[in-house]
């Protein structure tokens, strides 16, 4: 019997949600090219379009059941799902091209699945992803800290695009959710694997890169990045001063430094900490900083300097 096709769409998540619906009403549905008669139809179309088809007396039945769950509005048939809004309301942005976040969350396991060859994964994405991150976060720390040397920057920066770090941004976003696997990821728990989660992200901001350009990317960065620039560089310093002070305290003789914050300041947007570094109830050295962490590095390196 000659197949129909009875629904087309660009999108790879919507085609599986329709021949779910089919399936749930017992109307078996595959993935062809408009050219019904083909030996060997093709998932995807010469425009990108995906073509689900089901036997010609089930036609008329699936096309019932699809339009049922639709929504009209005016002339416009709005999408069966639209499994981004959520997220893209997290991402502060609205893709004009869906199609290019859906592609920067779909997994190598899930194309791999795709017989047709029609799903592409985002591994390119990701790779692009990569740069344009490594550009925004060098530029945010040449202009925030000016006066550090390129050693210290590297650090920082490293801090701020590890794995773990974009992975603590993924699962802020939830991007886990929305991520399309294969059915071996989904078992294993892949929305939940750091390594993926990352990847994931450092494909989402490719997607925006490409869909609304650098100032997209950047903005969006620059807002998801600000506490961490701010802890990295911290953390980075921390490692330095405050061992190198326990060392030298250490070398000397005299009790391990203890530290105190001293006091607040500020609103809670901009609040600022004021710390002493103590050894044998003597205060060695205080500072300031927008961290306490930096405060303590600060105040370690103050008290070095009058130990030297």
């Given at each position: 019997m000659?197949?129909t ?5 660009s999108?790879d ?10 399936d ?17 139809p ?18 008329d039945e ?30 502060g942005?609205r ?8 592609h ?14 029609g ?14 991150l ?35 941004h ?5 991007l ?6 294969g ?13 993926l989660?990352?990847?994931g ?31 990295g560089?911290?953390q980075?310093?921390?490692?330095d ?8 305290l250490?070398a ?14 500020g ?19 205080t ?13 370690a ?8």
């Amino acid at each position: 019997m000659t197949p129909t096709v009875v629904f087309t769409t660009s999108s790879d998540i919507e085609a599986s949600v329709v021949m779910a619906l089919l399936d749930s009403q017992g109307i078996p549905s595959f993935r062809a090219s408009g050219h019904t008669h083909s030996v060997w139809p093709m998932a995807v179309s010469s425009l990108g379009e995906i073509r689900i088809a089901v036997a010609e007396d089930l036609a008329d039945e699936a096309r019932r059941i699809i339009e049922s769950h639709r929504q009209d509005v005016g002339a416009k048939v709005v999408r069966i799902r639209d499994e981004f809004d959520e997220l893209q309301a997290r991402i502060g942005y609205r893709f004009r091209d869906r199609g290019l976040l859906e592609h920067a969350l779909t997994h190598k396991s899930r194309a791999a699945e795709d017989a047709s060859g029609g799903v592409t994964d985002n591994e390119s994405l990701e790779f692009l992803g990569d740069a344009v991150l490594g550009l925004v976060v060098a530029d945010a720390l040449f202009h925030q800290y000016p006066n550090y040397d390129e050693g210290q920057k590297s650090k920082v920066k490293a801090a701020v695009v590890s794995t773990q770090s974009l992975a603590r941004h993924a699962e802020r976003l939830r991007l886990g959710e929305h991520l399309i696997l294969g059915r071996g990821e989904e078992k294993t728990g892949g929305r939940f694997k750091q390594a993926l989660l990352a990847d994931g992200y450092e494909a989402l901001i490719a997607a925006l890169y490409l869909d609304g350009g650098l100032e997209a990317a950047e903005t969006f960065l620059r807002r998801e990045l600000k506490d961490a620039l701010d802890e990295g560089s911290a953390q980075t310093f921390l490692r330095d001063h405050k061992s190198a002070l326990q060392e030298r305290l250490q070398a000397l003789g005299r009790s391990l430094p203890e530290y105190r914050v001293s006091g607040e300041a500020g609103p809670d947007h901009r609040k600022t900490f004021s710390v002493e570094v103590i050894v044998n109830g003597e205060v060695l050295g205080t500072a300031t900083g927008r961290a306490k962490k930096e405060a303590e590095q600060e105040a370690a390196r103050v008290a070095l300097s009058k130990l030297e």
